[in-house]
């Protein structure tokens, strides 16, 4: 049986035994794959140094669909994102991201999900520095978009009433996005200013211009990013990539 090839994003791997390691997979044409990759420890290992975190190539899987692990025959990498590896906030975006990639993805064939993550990761890697941050903002909204989860920002998320723009926006996480007037009373609902309901819409939307954001309201848009997630994961749970992202510890006073 010849192997399945698929490009391929490495979100994850652990080792199994004394010369293996299991990796967790973003394939292009296949979704979500967790598969074996045999010997990859040894030191002459065929893998060598690809299945590194985020490292992007072509998988050649034996598969079999009646199970979870599949076997990883061979990783052709294209690309081992050193630039990610080297810079904590560049590497901290691109980990939420692939964690993102990883909880919600499919296990199918998604290729607009991973066209999104491989370029934004590319982004990521090459964008100036002062643009990072927005970026990774950006980047995290657009992919849980595409992901059948973008946040309702012209009509309510209850009832679908109209939301008039340029003006302060009631936004509920656990609705999934902006309420109207009727709907928004109660806890849990946070109220954008007009500012930074325009600003959320920037970042959300692909084709808007970047907003420029201080770290006061870098950080408030990563927190409502981060409830957002958190209130719409299927299984829940903890994810540490975006918290960590979301913190920001290596820059505290």
Do not use: N
């Not at 690309?79 to 990610?84: D, F, I, N, T, W």
């Amino acid at each position: 049986m010849a192997p399945i090839t698929t490009p391929a994003i490495i979100l994850g791997a652990l080792r199994y035994g004394d010369t293996s390691k299991i990796v967790r997979l973003a394939t292009r044409d296949l979704g979500i794959r967790s598969a074996l990759a045999k010997g990859a420890l040894r030191p002459r290992s065929r893998f060598g140094a690809s299945l590194q975190l985020l490292s992007e190539g072509v998988a050649h899987l034996y598969l079999k669909e009646t199970r979870d692990l599949q076997t990883l025959a061979a990783f052709d990498l294209t690309s081992l994102r050193v630039g990610l590896a080297g810079d904590l906030p560049r590497f901290a975006a691109a980990a939420a991201l692939g964690e993102v990639a990883w909880r919600l993805s499919p296990a199918e064939s998604h290729p607009d999900s991973y066209d999104l993550l491989s370029g934004a990761l590319t982004v990521l890697e090459t964008a100036p520095t002062e643009a990072v941050e927005v970026l990774g903002l950006r980047m995290l909204w657009r992919l849980v978009s595409v992901l059948g989860f973008a946040p309702a920002l012209d009509r309510c998320a209850r009832d679908g009433a109209p939301l008039p723009p340029d003006v302060p926006l009631r936004f509920s996480a656990a609705e999934g996005g902006g309420l109207c007037p009727r709907c928004g009373e109660g806890q849990g609902v946070a109220t954008l200013s007009a500012a930074d309901r325009r600003d959320l819409e920037a970042l959300v939307r692909a084709d808007a211009e970047l907003p420029t954001l201080d770290e006061r309201h870098a950080a408030s848009h990563r927190r409502l990013f981060a409830r957002f997630l958190r209130y719409h994961l299927a299984e829940g749970g903890a994810m540490p990539a975006v918290a960590f992202w979301e913190d920001r510890p290596w820059a505290s006073p």
